[in-house]
């Protein structure tokens, strides 16, 4: 593994800009998910359009919501380092 290299980030993605993707790759609406969480479709547009901060439990009940981790939402943009000590 030595002539490898690592993939380089194409796009930046904010906190917001990850929930709506993840949200509509789940074909959900903002009010199907308001539904689902009890947050509000107005809290949740201006969660995606970057109006206000996820915070932390909003983070975890939109991840249980979208059914993913909710680093995931958190650190979309966060890139893992190998450790390469042998």
Same mark, same amino acid.
């Given at each position: 593994?030595?002539?490898?290299?690592?993939?380089?980030?194409?796009? &930046?993605?904010?906190?917001?800009?990850?929930?709506?993707?993840?949200?509509?790759?789940? &074909?959900?609406?903002?009010? &199907?998910?308001?539904?689902?969480?009890?947050?509000?479709?107005?809290?949740?547009?201006? =969660?995606?359009?970057?109006?206000?901060?996820?915070?932390?439990?909003?983070?975890?009940?939109?991840?249980?919501?979208?059914?993913?981790?909710?680093?995931?939402?958190?650190?979309?943009?966060? &890139? =893992?380092?190998?450790?390469?000590?042998?």
């Amino acid at each position: 593994m030595k002539n490898y290299r690592r993939a380089k980030k194409q796009i &930046e993605v904010s906190v917001g800009e990850s929930v709506r993707i993840i949200r509509e790759l789940q &074909e959900l609406s903002q009010n &199907e998910l308001a539904q689902r969480t009890g947050i509000p479709q107005s809290t949740i547009s201006a =969660i995606e359009n970057n109006r206000i901060q996820l915070g932390v439990d909003r983070a975890k009940v939109l991840a249980q919501a979208l059914q993913c981790h909710p680093a995931v939402l958190v650190f979309p943009g966060w &890139e =893992i380092k190998q450790n390469t000590a042998a």
